[in-house]
């Protein structure tokens, strides 16, 4: 999953959306207004739990890389053998 794709989706549900998108910012920025305590250990949750996928998405892309490139020399080899 691509980090832009992401982004660009979030993008157009909330303009497609700008009730929806104007509900959710301001019971956020009510919640944050109430329980600002609270709040910010969810959004450092959040932004953690963010970064935790993001670094395993990226392993996940660079081992199907190694994986493909292992079978391409795989076949390689089993062409000269013959």
Known sequence: MDINAL??????????HK???AALV???A??????P?????LLLL???AGVVLYIVSLLGE??????EQKD???YKSKEILE
């Open 7 to 16: 982004i660009a989706s979030c993008q157009l549900f909330f303009q497609d």
């Open 19 to 21: 009730a929806m998108a």
């Open 26 to 28: 301001a019971a956020l």
């Open 30 to 35: 009510l919640f944050g207004y109430l329980k």
């Open 37 to 41: 305590k609270i709040f910010f250990k």
């Open 46 to 48: 959040a932004l953690f």
């Open 62 to 67: 660079s081992s199907t890389t190694g994986i």
């Open 72 to 74: 391409q020399m795989m």
